[in-house]
């Protein structure tokens, strides 16, 4: 079914360009808020457990809520920005992002805080997609792969700075002060915002609200009943109707997808062989990673006493290997092949996986868990680049935003998923927040994503071979981005 395109009336320009230095500021400063706030809270978690007396179930929604509102809105987000102005909804997010953060860091309850995350996921659900999109069309095209390379290394930054900062502030403050850092950084990003960055306009495509429903309830409702699997009983009719929901509302979703007319989610694009490939693996590095790393970093700090800011420098060798890795990976990936690197990623960071698993269960002192740390923090940065080019590798240029927005979302909901069902298995082999029984549970968790990264890059080795991608000159699909410059816009970056 084609869909209906209404071509937004051209503007004129109503202010004098900003240099460059001042966009690069006023589109990153908020995405950094908003990829630091993804795994700023890991090291909070045992802090949280004690102030609130927060439950196993509850800790994984303080990260869940976020990882979902975003996933599910982010390409509602794009389509947003293309109607109403991507200067707008930019804007809007960041408003969104700063109230919430503030909410967040008032709540005196497990519910409000949950509540206040996922209101932040809505907020970066906007301000991801959009602060690239508006920093590809205020930058010539020669210098928008610096640029671009920029805007990559700061979210990249975000990502893997999120511990370090984050036990950092509640070592030195309280776990609040992780939310209320967003305020003042939200309140200048927005004035910055408004005043460097022009407002542009896309294809005016019927929104899909019915696709938002549908995937957004049906991933809800899927994550409820693995998180809720071991206290309520698997066969219970809560956990059974929930998974059940969950899986009727996603084939409904696929269902509706196939014929909108302004799908949310193209099933066209699953056509090509390496856009879906890359995307199934990068859905299960999202599941096997960040599933992992919420158990372990929790488990340094339970079992093996760790303070906060202890912890988050203990698993700086994996976190922050990536920033090394990650351009190395990607000046080599046109030499190499994206295949090479994104299945040697994935078996180094599965075999880095089982290591630690064989570690936690001896119960050995932390020296000896940073050599199977690097391990990791490489095979991550094998990752990162190669993937985001075999995402884009065969698409047309006018399908960038709606393939990089997918990838986006199925990354983070591999994050929630990885979350959930890492913890279903950690309670349900016993495992609780103290350091005998943490230890119990934290293996077979560990074990399972080691498993799922294996099967990744057993995916992955679909991938297309060669070293050069080829490039279709034309597509069926016509949104009005800005013009490309040689090298694809990466993916948005997740988790």
Do not use: C
């Amino acid at each position: 079914m084609s869909s209906t395109r209404i071509q937004a009336p051209p503007r004129p320009a109503t202010r004098r360009p900003s240099p460059l230095w001042l966009v690069l500021i006023a589109t990153a400063l908020p995405m950094f808020m908003a990829t630091l706030d993804n795994l700023v809270m890991t090291n909070a978690l045992p802090v949280l457990h004690a102030d609130f007396g927060a439950s196993v179930e509850e800790l994984q929604w303080f990260m869940n809520a976020y990882t979902l509102a975003f996933a599910s809105t982010i390409l509602m987000a794009v389509a947003l920005g293309d109607r109403y102005g991507r200067r707008t909804v930019f804007l809007a997010g960041i408003v969104v992002f700063t109230l919430s953060s503030a909410l967040a860091a008032l709540a005196t309850d497990p519910g409000q805080l949950i509540v206040a995350r996922a209101a932040q996921g809505f907020g970066a659900a906007a301000i991801m997609p959009l602060s690239l999109t508006l920093l590809a069309g205020a930058v010539p095209i020669a210098r928008r792969p610096l640029a671009i390379g920029i805007w990559g290394g700061v979210a990249g930054l975000g990502v893997a700075t999120g511990p370090l900062i984050g036990g950092a502030v509640i070592e030195g403050w309280a776990w609040q002060a992780i939310f209320w850092l967003n305020v003042p950084v939200g309140v200048a990003s927005l004035a910055l915002a408004i005043f460097a960055l022009s407002n542009s306009f896309g294809a005016r495509l019927r929104a899909d609200v019915a696709g938002l429903v549908l995937s957004g309830l049906g991933l809800l409702a899927l994550v409820y009943g693995i998180v809720r699997g071991n206290d309520a009983g698997w066969d219970s009719l809560e956990v059974l109707g929930s998974l059940v929901a969950g899986g009727v509302l996603l084939v409904a979703f696929v269902a509706w997808e196939s014929r909108a007319g302004a799908p949310l989610l193209p099933l066209r694009l699953f056509r090509d062989r390496s856009f879906t490939v890359a995307n199934l693996a990068g859905l299960g590095f999202s599941f096997g990673a960040f599933g992992s790393i919420f158990i372990l970093i929790q488990f340094l700090q339970v079992v093996q006493g760790a303070s906060p800011l202890e912890a988050a420098w203990q698993t700086s060798p994996w976190t922050l290997a990536p920033m090394l890795v990650a351009p190395l990976a990607g000046f080599i990936a046109p030499r190499v092949g994206t295949r090479t690197l994104i299945v040697a990623g994935l078996a180094a960071l599965a075999a880095a996986m089982f290591w630690i698993a064989l570690l936690v269960d001896t119960g050995s002192a932390y020296p000896a868990y940073v050599a199977p740390f690097i391990v990791a923090g490489v095979g991550m940065g094998l990752v990162f680049a190669p993937s985001a080019t075999a995402v884009l590798a065969t698409m047309a240029p006018d399908d960038h935003a709606k393939a990089s927005g997918t990838n986006s979302m199925l990354r983070e909901v591999g994050v929630a998923l990885g979350i959930a069902v890492s913890t279903a298995v950690f309670t349900g082999a016993g495992g609780a927040l103290t350091p005998i029984d943490y230890t119990i549970g934290a293996q077979p968790a560990v074990l399972v994503g080691a498993a799922v990264l294996l099967a990744s890059a057993l995916v992955a080795m679909l991938l297309p071979p060669g070293r050069a991608a080829r490039r279709p000159a034309t597509s069926s699909v016509a949104i009005d981005e800005p013009e490309s410059s040689e090298q694809p816009l990466p993916v948005g970056v997740s988790a």
